[in-house]
């Protein structure tokens, strides 16, 4: 077996190649290519990782720094499968911004460079087993995506840019507080090395003073909670979704929300661990899950902007995943699950929606009609990336969805299950009609065409809607059994 530090090695040479290449290169296609190429290879590298060491349970590796466990190769897949398809995609969308000429080889050059380099930070999140290194990578992929949303260099992008910054930096600066009051909490332990991990954390958690751990916990939780898209910290994903390019939207929704949310769940067993597993942190995250999901209800109706309407969506979606952790239990199987649906599905709605964006030229739904008759290619795209964002059976949403309202009905919790199911239908009610009147209302632009499409890009397509569909009828055992494995992890922690 390749040790795991020379994959590692690896993974990280491949991105710092792929960083330097764009350099000496002046040719924009190529270096659009690069990042695909780089994703391609990260994510055959990871496949390897995660076959050598998913039975293996936790390992530690370069010391104590990284770790490898059934919940981060879980992340680790997300991060790759995003990243690999959004890398396809913007082949086609970056082929079309070059035929504009709007775009600088400067432009493509700051794009290939940051956009490996933000993969590569999220992984070390993902991995990372040091508490300071993990809030230092979590900035990072900050400062680093803050350069992709204003790619398009407009006026708005870089309002949207400034926005993102400072919000998630407040939220950075807050987990930072909590991060210290962590490690002060394991203060009177003589091994202070190891009360900087998860691992060590997670084995001495009952010795932590509960009250610090808890203070700590709600500044975790607004802290990271601000970059993973709760309510009523959410405040800049909206604009950032909106004017940053679709494959940028698509990894901000797909990956990073996901990862930073991560991030709460290596804290969450610790914490209870510390408090005698009181729930108090469950209620936290249940807490804000709900004002996500009451924030997405109130918003989206009021959405003319087609991405600000998949960002609410992702508000919604996150909140749902948090519901699904504080339930926990099947609730967080179910949780690890809905991870994976969304991001799917976000995939293919950013895909579609941007495609849609083009051809139109705006992104206001009331000024797109008879997308269908247009586009049916794409529009059938986004029409069922849609259905399945709102949770229409037969769909995978439906399915993790269905879970946590299963796990809250059968813990007796009457008033969740209740909240949950006029939340999810009030939305549903709300974007059946902008997606209804977007793809059957007949309009001025409605003409039909030959519409386009890459063989990839079609391929992209076709996967994810039979994703979607597979996973809403039959969850394969071998991935339940990994989810139930993760769900382990978030709720006792990691064991070596």
């Keep these: 077996m390749i040790p795991t530090e020379l994959i590692s090695i690896a993974i990280t040479g491949t991105f710092l190649t792929g960083i330097l290449i764009p350099l000496k290169l002046i040719d924009q296609k190529k270096m659009i290519r690069i990042p695909l190429w780089s994703s391609l290879l990260v994510s055959l590298l990871s496949i390897y990782f995660t076959i050598a060491l998913h039975r293996n349970g936790a390992f530690l590796f370069f010391g104590e720094t990284f770790i490898v466990d059934k919940l981060s190769l879980y992340h680790l897949f997300l991060i790759n499968l995003v990243f690999l398809s959004s890398g396809i995609y913007m082949q086609d969308y970056f082929k079309k911004a070059r035929a504009k000429g709007v775009q600088s080889v400067f432009h493509f050059q700051r794009f290939s460079m940051l956009w490996q380099a933000f993969q590569l930070m999220l992984m070390i999140v993902i991995l990372s087993n040091n508490i300071g290194l993990t809030w230092v990578a979590i900035e990072a992929t900050t400062i680093l995506s803050t350069f992709l949303i204003i790619s398009e260099s407009d006026s708005l992008s870089l309002e949207a840019m400034w926005k993102y910054l400072l919000v998630c930096s407040i939220g950075i600066g807050l987990a930072f507080i909590g991060t210290i009051l962590v490690a002060a909490a394991g203060r009177e ?282 996973l809403g009828f039959w969850v394969p055992p071998g991935m339940m059994n990994f989810l139930e494995g993760a769900a382990v992890i978030v709720e006792k922690g990691i064991r070596i």
């Design 189 to 470: 332990f003589t091994d202070t090395a190891s009360m900087n991990t998860f691992s060590g954390l997670s084995l001495h958690a009952s010795h932590l003073n509960p009250d610090l751990m808890l203070f700590a916990f709600i500044f975790i939780v607004v802290g990271f909670g601000t970059k993973a898209g709760l309510a009523p910290m959410h405040t800049w994903l909206p604009d950032a979704h909106s004017q940053a390019p679709t494959p940028v939207s698509s990894v901000f929704s797909g990956v990073m929300l996901n990862v930073a949310l991560f991030v709460i769940m290596r804290y969450l067993p610790i914490v209870e661990g510390s408090m005698g597993e009181s729930g108090d942190a469950h209620s936290i995250l249940i807490l804000l899950g709900f004002l996500s999901l009451l924030f997405a209800a109130v918003f989206i109706p009021i959405q003319h902007d087609v991405k600000r309407l998949l960002a609410y969506c992702s508000v919604e979606h996150i909140g749902i995943i948090a519901i699904g952790l504080g339930l926990g239990g099947a609730g967080t199987t179910a949780a690890l699950f809905h991870s994976l649906n969304h991001s799917l599905s976000k995939i293919l709605a950013f895909f579609s929606s941007g495609s849609i964006i083009h051809t139109y030229g705006t992104r206001d739904m009331r000024k797109i009609t008879g997308v269908f008759r247009r586009m049916p290619i794409w529009g059938g795209a986004f029409l069922i990336s849609m259905l399945v964002l709102m949770g229409v059976a037969p769909f995978s949403i439906f399915m993790s969805e269905f879970m946590i309202v299963e796990t809250a009905f059968n813990g007796k919790r009457y008033v969740l299950f209740t909240l949950f199911m006029m939340g999810t239908i009030a939305i549903f009610i709300s974007m059946l009609k902008y997606v209804l009147d977007m793809i059957f209302k007949p309009g001025i632009n409605n003409s039909t065409g030959l519409e386009k499409v890459r063989f990839s890009n079609r391929l992209i397509i076709y996967i994810c809607i039979a994703a979607f569909l597979l």
